[in-house]
């Protein structure tokens, strides 16, 4: 454990954004991340640190300037089973693994329920920050537990699914204790026997491509990635930090009033009086998918992702996503609000 000065960024976040650290740091143990938010705090009575950001995959956050503070690169490891009985399997994983490793492990010794997750970037320890989703299932459908570390306690806490909060995107940790807690660990309760989920169109429709003779775990795991690798940019090659804006909720009035005009509007019914609207349609009705100003831009394949194609700076990304907000606000009265975390 060693804390540099002025450490770029840009190999630590998916949109590839160049910024300066003024402190950063990586823990691999408790004692280590006690030391360091001493540290931290001591600096910060004398006045000259202030913020804390923590880091994990940064595949869900945007710099648009460098960090006056200290950074800490969450590495705590480990996989363990930590109970079971007739139906489920606990199996609890440390903030730092990386998501889809951790979804392998899984995989490979048949605990389901999050084959739907696969792919997506990041690590564990942020999965519950905003209960990552795709494909029909979000982390609060296998969630079990997870372990916190309160900074300004000092003290480990257990939060249960239902303390979290969870909603589309969202938890406590994005809310009300926003900034106090550092996630340690993620308990997930997984099946012994599959419930597959294919309600999303597009698995049933992979599935019968890649000539899948039986429904298993494997076999949807697979049919996620290669959609996700059809559709998504990787961030190796185009820095994204995936979907940028949330899919809007409207009332079956605006809903309506849009469908008059455009009967092809990507949407489906929440309630009687709600209706979840693809924000991707939206945008690229506004005419923005493919869109590029410099090296900030619009996807090609999918307008809910902007990009970096090199040399962007944070706010130019953000820039564009605020004209993207106002086209969409002119053209069908609709409000997006962005996913990703602007920093
Ligand atoms: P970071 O970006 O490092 O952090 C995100 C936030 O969580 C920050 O505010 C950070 O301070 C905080 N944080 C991180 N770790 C901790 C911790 N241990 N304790 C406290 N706070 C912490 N998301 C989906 O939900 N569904 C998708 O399908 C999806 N697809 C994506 C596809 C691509 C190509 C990309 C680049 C991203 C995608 N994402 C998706 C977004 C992203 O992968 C997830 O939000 C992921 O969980 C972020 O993990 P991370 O470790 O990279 O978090
Ligand atoms: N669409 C368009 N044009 C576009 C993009 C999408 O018309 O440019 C339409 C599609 O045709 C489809 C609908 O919008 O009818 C939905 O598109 P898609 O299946 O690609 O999913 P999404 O709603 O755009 C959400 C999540 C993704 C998640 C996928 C799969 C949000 C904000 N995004 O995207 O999550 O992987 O569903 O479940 O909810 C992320 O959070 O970073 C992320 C990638």
Redesign the pocket.
């Known amino acids: 454990m060693q804390v540099q000065q002025n450490v770029s960024l840009k190999q630590y976040n998916t949109f590839g954004i160049d910024v300066t650290a003024q402190s950063f740091a990586s823990f691999s143990s408790l004692d280590e991340l006690e030391a360091l938010t001493e540290y931290k705090q001591e600096l910060s009575s004398i006045n000259k640190i202030s913020p804390l950001l923590i880091l994990g995959g940064g595949s ?1 956050l945007l710099f648009t300037k460098n960090v006056d503070g200290l950074v800490l690169k969450n590495e705590l490891k480990g996989i363990e089973l930590v109970n079971e009985d007739a139906d489920y399997c606990y199996v609890k994983a440390s903030a730092g693994e990386a998501w889809h490793t951790f979804v392998e492990h899984c995989i490979a010794n048949n605990y389901a329920g999050l084959e739907n997750l696969s792919l ?1 970037p990041g690590n564990v320890g942020a999965s519950p920050m ?1 209960n ?5 299932v979000e982390i609060k459908d296998v969630f079990h537990e997870l372990q916190a570390y309160n900074i300004n306690e000092k003290t480990i806490v257990k939060f249960s699914n239902a303390e979290c909060k969870f909603g ?2 969202e938890s406590i940790f994005k809310n009300e204790v926003k900034g106090q807690y550092i996630i340690l660990n993620v308990t997930y309760r997984l099946r012994k026997n599959p419930l597959f989920n294919t309600s ?1 169109g ?1 698995i049933n429709t992979e599935l019968e491509r890649m000539g899948a003779k039986e429904l298993t775990i494997q076999n949807i795991s697979q049919a996620v990635i290669n959609i ?1 690798t059809n ?2 940019p990787n961030p190796k090659e185009i820095g994204n ?7 809007p909720q409207v009332s079956k009035f605006r809903w309506h009033v849009i469908w008059e005009e455009y009967p092809d509007v ?1 949407a489906y019914k929440v309630d009687d009086l709600h209706y979840k609207l ?4 939206l ?3 506004c005419g923005w ?1 493919g869109f590029r100003r410099g090296d900030a831009g619009c ?1 090609a ?5 902007l990009v970096n194609y090199g040399g962007a700076s944070g706010q130019e990304i953000l820039d564009l996503s605020d004209e993207i907000i106002k086209s969409v606000k002119n053209k069908f009265g609709v409000d997006l609000e962005r ?2 975390n602007i920093i």
């Open positions: 869900n997506i905003q990552i989703g795709a494909y029909g589309y995107r999303y597009a996700r559709k998504l930090a995936g979907s940028f804006l949330k899919n990507a693809a924000a991707g349609w945008i690229e009705k998918k996807h394949k999918q307008a809910l992702v996913e990703v």
